[in-house]
């Protein structure tokens, strides 16, 4: 008992007020996660969207506001879509970007977030909040199958047409270290968006299982609710990611480019 | 601590990687060797065995092919990670230590592999209390020539047992019954989801009312020349904060009483 209570002493710098997410002021709040876009020459994007409202049991018409970011997360377009009931909506985001945006897109890769207009009474009546943390799905190259990646966090919340990032952050740094062996042979990318109201230094270290050493380090800065994406190529021995910064949970999006595998640390 | 199962699908076998460091460096986790062990049910009881140690900051792949000959077939082989050896036999589930850390918690990498290609996701099971239930909707259907889609349904309970329940497949737009299989407690069920006449807009929910699972949505084309894997939320995970289980039971009642044989 005196070893717990002196465990969770130490660990106060780390944990006292700062939670993964904060809760937003106004129950209006839609809230949804950071998902991350990409269309390059490799990879495509899609997003799986369902309709909350109707599965609350709601008949009438619902709607979303899909929200780019760019990658200094600045929002760039904005796309309302009706929902269908009881239907599964593939949105082919490469396509909007491509085909709805009156603005020239040239970025390769961003975020995005998907508001639900429509909250069923029980959810406030709860003192709850509807969070879109969905199914984004990618295509590499020719491959036969999407890969499908869920949603975790409630990153960001809209009232009306201000946003607030919710994603939580500390005092002192911490290391997100992945449980995740990294082949040697293979190439990755290793995206991390920063859900926070500010701009946040990362360090991304690839450390190997071997010896324990760092054989690479890389440092940058993410914009709020920007995304970064890191290529790690020639990778020589089995190794391990560790993401240093003061997000309280520096959860990446792993893409295998080998086999197309792509997954949530 | 959680379970780590080894999974099994159609045109691959399971690969379960376990990591012995903790998934961040401040929620105080202890750097010390552990147990290795394998559990699973034979005879109405649970056994566990060791496989091995691992060091503090070391890996471990564990393939299906290397506990095939420990566990009886269609046995869920359940993996963990302890500091110590846990009873040989049991007539309950073994309680593994609580985790030293939560966020996240401690996660292996889950892997399926076919001759030309691999998936994986990151995660773990703890065992599901005797009265819970499943509700899922399912939008990870894939379309085109020689897809074949699964749904992969993993239940762990304390008891040593193979309890039968029934699993019914609705549509959510018409909220017809498309399908009713009967499933197996503590193993992974799979589960064709090509002989419902679904198409790219249809909704599948799955329920089953008397046992919970993980439900992992595996496809593959050309008999695993590609392959894909996720899994989908539980009902509460559309809803944060407040009191987001009330909203959950509400979810479940409704589309329980909606959805009828």
Redesign the interface.
Known sequence: MMKNFI?KL??LP??FRQP??S?PKNNRTM?SDLFVWRRDGNWKTSF?L?N?AY???RLKLSQVDIVFFDTKGNIFFEKTVDL???????IDISEVLENDCKKKVIDDFGTFSVFHRNIPN??RE??????E???VSYYYKD????????GNL?SIGKVNTSYISLGGYGLFK????????LDAGCSYDIVITNPCQKSKKITIRIIS?NN?KVIKSFSTSINSRAAIVHNLKDIQE?C?ISIESRM??A?PIIFKEN???V??? | MSYYPILKAPYCTGKT?L?N????????ARNDKKVINLSYIDDGLWHSEELGELAH???Q?INYQDVKNLVPDNALPLLSLTRNKLEKKSEELPKLAHSETN??Q????LGLVSKD??????GEINYFPLQASLLT?A????F?V??ENYVLLINLEKVPQNRLVELEVY?????LLRKTQTIHGNQINIISLDDMEFD????PVIICRDMAFIPL?F????QG????I????P?A????????F??QN??KE??FSQCKK
Request: hydrophobic fraction near 35%; glycine fraction near 6%.
């Open positions: 465990r130490i660990l780390w944990s993964l997410t809760i809230i799986e369902l909350i599965l609350f049991g269908l009931n009881g239907c599964r909506q593939i029980i959810i709860l003192n709850s909040f509807v969070a943390r969905g199914y491959s036969q199958l999407a890969s499908y990646v869920h409630d911490r290391n997100y270290n992945l449980q995740y062996q299982f324990g089995p391990r309280v949970m959860r086999n197309m595998d997954f949530h640390g | 990687t990591y460091f903790p998934p961040n460096d401040w929620e105080g900051g070391d890996y792949i966020v996240p401690y996660r292996s990498t290609a691999s998936t994986s996701y990151q909707f939008p990870f259907l894939q085109g020689n897809i549509d959510a737009h018409s909220k790219n807009q249809s909704l949505f496809s593959c084309a050309d020349r590609f392959l894909s996720e899994h989908t939320h009902p995970s559309m809803v944060v904060h407040g009191s987001r009330s909203a509400y979810l409704y589309w």
